[in-house]
């Protein structure tokens, strides 16, 4: 069978889809010290991310080993990940110039 989803580190708790992805399709994934199975939730194209856990609101979404953002609503497993329900982390002036508590 066609590999349909790429985790591109142990430590990632998103893949990447490698074709699209119809609601209800499953996929197997590497997910740290195993395999996780999970269904669609809703449409995935290729080259987008579903997760393969679920991410409540302010958890961080690793890609590549990295944290690449925070959910930014709950997403369930099987779920699109995007832009939709992530909130980047880098790039961002106003948390750079944000006071922190402690110093």
């Not at 194209?45 to 579903?50: N, R, T």
């Amino acid at each position: 069978m066609r590999q349909r989803v790429l985790v591109l580190h142990p430590s990632d708790n998103v893949a990447t889809a490698l074709v699209d992805l119809d609601v209800g399709q499953t996929v197997t994934a590497a997910h740290q010290a195993g395999t996780v199975t999970v269904r669609a939730q809703e449409p995935i194209a290729f080259g987008h991310k579903l997760a393969l856990v679920p991410l409540a609101v302010g958890a961080s979404v690793y890609k590549y080993g990295e944290v690449i953002g925070v959910a930014a609503a709950d997403i369930p497993a099987g779920a699109h990940v995007h832009v939709h329900n992530v909130e980047s982390q880098r790039g961002r002036g106003d948390l750079a110039a944000a006071p922190t508590s402690g110093r």
